[in-house]
């Protein structure tokens, strides 16, 4: 099979800096006290925790299931695919089948594989959840498959490409990143980018991962993507921080 092509996308460039960012925090960036109420500690351990873009950067062999629609057009189209481990993992993508509408995968599926891999070459700075960039408002906690989790809205202190406005998930325990949601308030984007990311916890490392991201291509009308992430041989042992 032919290597899928990458095809730049204007309509929702800006959401390259989000779709990976809940990891990206580095501790010079920690403003807040180690000590405290229990929602100021997991806000601690999330934006102190190791500055991996990708969670399953060393969890090996991930299999990509990716479903897509252009929704008023009624078609729609999927990949399944596997991205191996080592050096390049992150940009290497092995296609395994592709079903579906043509038209869905090539202004689809490729234009969102186009941003997964523009993003694996953003610095860190620039995709990063950090205190400068965001007001963090405490919302509540809830309860998770994996234990509890504490819930921030989190509001941009400016208005610049790349920022967005939505909520934090942050796992109690671990200051894990459980769930990342909202649109991208980028005032040059042609269209509102929504988004939703659920990350799933196995004592406490990421073993799966559901991303959901909608936007308006032009002429072709409201696109939906869903992207789920599965580690093919999930690691029982808890992850150091």
């Known amino acids: 099979m032919q290597p899928i092509r990458y095809w730049p996308a204007r309509p929702v460039c800006s959401l390259a800096l989000i779709l990976l960012a809940g990891s990206m925090a580095r501790a010079a960036d920690l403003s807040i006290h180690t000590s405290g109420s229990p929602q100021e500690l997991a806000l601690a351990r999330y934006m102190s925790s190791q ?47 592709i079903a579906g509408d043509g038209t869905v995968v090539d202004e689809v599926i490729e234009r969102y594989l186009a941003f997964r891999q523009q993003i694996d070459l953003l610095p860190l700075s620039s995709a990063r959840i950090a205190l400068s960039d965001y007001r963090y408002h405490f919302a509540g906690e809830v309860r998770t498959a994996d234990g509890t989790a ?92």
């Open 51 to 97: 500055p991996e873009r990708d969670p399953f950067a060393n969890a090996g062999p991930v299999g990509v299931f990716i479903q897509a629609s252009l929704a008023e057009l009624y078609k729609s189209a999927a990949l399944l695919a596997v991205r191996g481990d080592g050096a390049n993992a992150n940009r290497e993508l092995r296609v395994v089948q």
């Open 150 to 241: 504490m819930v921030y809205e989190l509001t941009p202190r400016k208005n610049r490409p790349g920022l967005f406005q939505g909520q934090l998930w942050i796992d109690s325990n671990t200051g894990r990143e459980v769930m990342l949601s909202g649109h991208i308030t980028d005032a040059a984007a042609t269209s509102r980018i929504e988004f939703v990311r659920d990350t799933n916890l196995m004592n406490g490392c990421a073993y799966a991962r559901v991303t959901h991201v909608a936007f308006v291509i032009p002429v072709l009308g409201r696109a939906e993507v869903s992207m789920t992430e599965l580690v093919l041989t999930p690691s029982l042992t808890p992850q150091r921080e």
